[in-house]
DNA sequence: TTGAAAGCGTTACCAT
DNA sequence: ATGGTAACGCTTTCAA
């Protein structure tokens, strides 16, 4: 079924069929009604191709993934992608996915952008010294970063978390439990939230002329048997950590792993504080959550982001839009007083 | 830069330029040479949208992703979808993907269909009673199962690891090990994998004249609390179990943290054999993994999959493939013989 | 308020 | 081996 058959059976012209289902206003009350049932009742849709060779729009917005990153983002990524994939879905947008090697990044989106395969693209997982904004705007790409990119904030559209202030609210917390070795199990810091999450957690014991041991901060990828390993290391040497911070849950789930090995309780000898995603396949809820945390969700963040680009970037590309996302201190059972020895 | 410049600038026919491109014979080969130097120096790629309504192909394959099943499948599914996204870039095909309400999934697809999106979409998560193959031929889009529906294994196409096997094969190494009790932490039991895997732990009970204890059989979504909460109440049971089989690592980690809250050591008081997908950012590698699994790689799935829809499907849409991947039986430190008390 | 016809950028058929 | 031209199915400009 399409346009040509349609008019056909309605006696109208393509051209006032079209409009009358698009919307436009010059077309009679009557003779709209008439298609749209008609077209309802032979189950027409236009054909998706020829309406995007003929708008020039693709009504698609792309993700390129480079590998590295989704090695290490996987779950929040797939997150982020089902809350921005309702949102296209809402406004009639396909989301288009490629998954591609750390090298071919560059070559992804030029490919994607002479071929006209899409009219935005969302830029993950920002690193320091990213040079993908001026790629993109080089090949004339509309995109929406998650995350910052230092030095780009006034220049680029962005969503993000306020990650600093976030992990320096749960240092302070848990300076003001009495913890003075705390320890902080990072992801990578060439990535810009793990470089702000740092920052906030070394400013909450500057502020108080803290020192912050070197001994107790680490940086990798957010595996669980990183946060097992390094909590057992770290709990086994000579002054060991009483605190952890740290920023996944899956990493948190490592730790607390770590503790048990040890023969110590959660919250009562040790205290964690984790970054929480609010992944749906990780649950930290319930009357109390198990993990202190702070909790940003990952999927509201895809959703938003999805918002921002169609409605504010694509009607105009000029257009610099830039979010914080909310971020809750919650209190759970992993968190308690610094016990004195 | 489109055909028509190139083909100005090269003095050439579009239709000689588009047929040295396209790699047709009847083009003398220095023609060719030049033709696809001068594409090559000006950066012509041809446009998606135009090609795709020309050839009548679409050029992407869908996936459909009703929520509910990214919910619980969330991990499982970002990794297969990495697999396979590689695999269609290999192949120059996009991959759409449409995140929908469970509700919403057969219009998704019938919109995919009529408006030609796809070319052919992925079907994930089969349940027991799946109405989606019937649909889909109803639609005339081809697709591959991930997964198998019961009663339409030779109907439809399908890759799938032998989950019955696999379990049963686990079961009897722990009843080898003398275990007795062993609990059955399952994911939902109208997902065909499920169904499968609880099949392949009654047959090796059955295989033995061993009974199955209903109270030691559980079904949920595979999350970590879900595993922690289950293990909790059945080590708390006067009849305990003294090793659980568990459907996926995440819930196995639950599993785990509920044994060391019971003061038990896993692998020497409670053995505990996990389903492992590989999932990249939850190694369970490294001399001696931390569980004791039956381990497929769903990335490795996701990339058959995409290649036997793309070379095999979609030459002839009524050809009818079906594949097992390999299933390994991984020892680690999570199993050990029964202790008698 | 409606319609005719010209694109949109390819591919593919039919000539030459 | 190469070129002319008609699709492909829609949107949009120009006329009426």
Redesign the pocket.
């Known amino acids: 079924m399409?346009?040509?058959e349609l008019s056909r059976a309605l006696e109208?012209?393509?051209?006032?069929v079209?409009?009358a289902?698009?919307g436009y206003p010059?077309?009679?009350a009557e003779?709209r009604q008439r298609v749209e049932e008609m077209a309802a009742k032979l189950g027409y849709a236009?054909?998706q191709q020829?309406?995007r060779?003929?708008?020039?729009r693709a009504m698609s917005i792309g993700h390129v993934v480079p590998r590295s990153l989704h090695e290490m983002m996987n779950p929040v990524f797939m997150e982020f992608i089902a809350g921005a994939g309702e949102a296209y879905s809402q406004h009639g947008y396909d989301m288009i996915i490629s998954v591609v090697g750390d090298q071919d990044v560059e070559d992804a989106y030029r490919e994607i952008a002479s071929r006209k395969k899409v009219d935005a693209v969302m830029v993950h997982g920002p690193r320091i010294g990213d040079n993908r904004p001026a790629l993109l705007a080089e090949l004339g790409l509309p995109f929406l970063i998650h995350g910052r990119i230092p030095g780009l904030e006034k220049t680029t559209s962005w969503i993000d978390v306020n990650n600093g202030q976030a992990f320096e609210r749960a240092t302070n917390l848990l300076l003001d439990l009495g913890h003075r070795r705390i320890a902080l199990l990072n992801g990578l810091e060439d990535m810009d939230f793990a470089a702000r999450r740092r920052a906030g957690f070394e400013k909450a014991h500057a502020d108080r002329d803290l020192p912050v041991d070197p001994k107790l901060l680490r940086a990798a990828d957010m595996t669980e048997p990183y946060g097992a390993d390094s909590a057992l290391s770290m709990l086994r040497q000579k002054a060991p950590p009483t605190a952890f911070l740290v920023s996944s849950m899956i990493t948190a789930i490592g730790v607390a792993r770590a503790i048990g090995l040890c023969g110590l309780k959660i919250g009562r000898d040790i205290s964690v504080i984790t970054h929480d995603d609010a992944l749906s396949f990780l649950p930290n809820s319930g009357e109390v959550p198990i993990f202190t945390c702070t909790r940003s969700s990952v999927r509201h963040a895809g959703s938003r982001a999805a918002h921002l680009l169609i409605e504010k970037i694509l009607p105009d590309p000029t257009t610099l839009v830039s979010e914080y996302l909310e971020s809750e201190l919650i209190i759970g059972q992993s968190t308690g007083p610094h016990q004195a020895n």
Chains 1, 2 share one sequence.
Do not use: F, H, M
């Open positions: 399409n346009l040509k109208l012209s393509q051209t006032t079209s409009r289902l698009n010059e077309v009679n003779t236009p054909n020829a309406r060779l003929a708008t020039g």
